[in-house]
């Protein structure tokens, strides 16, 4: 795999055939040569990698089920990684502040399962506000 774009759909084969700084690294070329602005190009990317490799897991997590599910509900394929990667994201930052759970997977997949393109769109509206 030599190339990177999250509007289209990755062989999981090859996607998981790279280590993980070369998914990083093909992650931030796309947003870099695309010219998005983000704070961190490399937090970005590293929440790019794990979405796309909880996708690239098929029915093992229910990633692949949520982009399905979001794309089809209108979000385009990268907005739907980028909905994953928040779920990914904030479910790491309850962890970090409050520490592990007994079960933080079941969490983390019932947040998946219950992830809808209308409430992703709302929480950036409501974070434009801020």
């Not at 774009?5 to 690294?25: F, N, Q, V, Y």
């Not at 990698?49 to 089809?72: F, W």
Request: glycine share 4%; hydrophobic share 35%; net charge negative.
């Amino acid at each position: 795999m030599k190339q990177y774009d999250p509007d289209k759909r990755i062989d999981p084969e090859d996607w998981m055939g790279l280590d993980e700084t070369e998914r990083a690294s093909l992650v931030e070329q796309y947003h870099t040569k695309k010219h998005i602005k983000m704070p961190n190009v490399k937090v970005h990317a590293a929440f790019h990698v794990i979405a796309e490799n909880q996708i690239a897991m098929g029915d093992t997590i229910p990633a692949q089920k949520a982009l399905t599910r979001l794309m089809r509900q209108g979000l385009s394929r990268h907005n739907a990684v980028h909905a994953i990667a928040s779920v990914a994201a904030t479910h790491f930052f309850n962890v970090m502040k409050q520490g592990s759970a007994t079960a933080p997977n079941e969490d983390y997949n019932l947040q998946l399962e219950k992830l809808n393109a209308e409430d992703w769109r709302n929480s950036l509206d409501e974070s434009e506000d801020d």
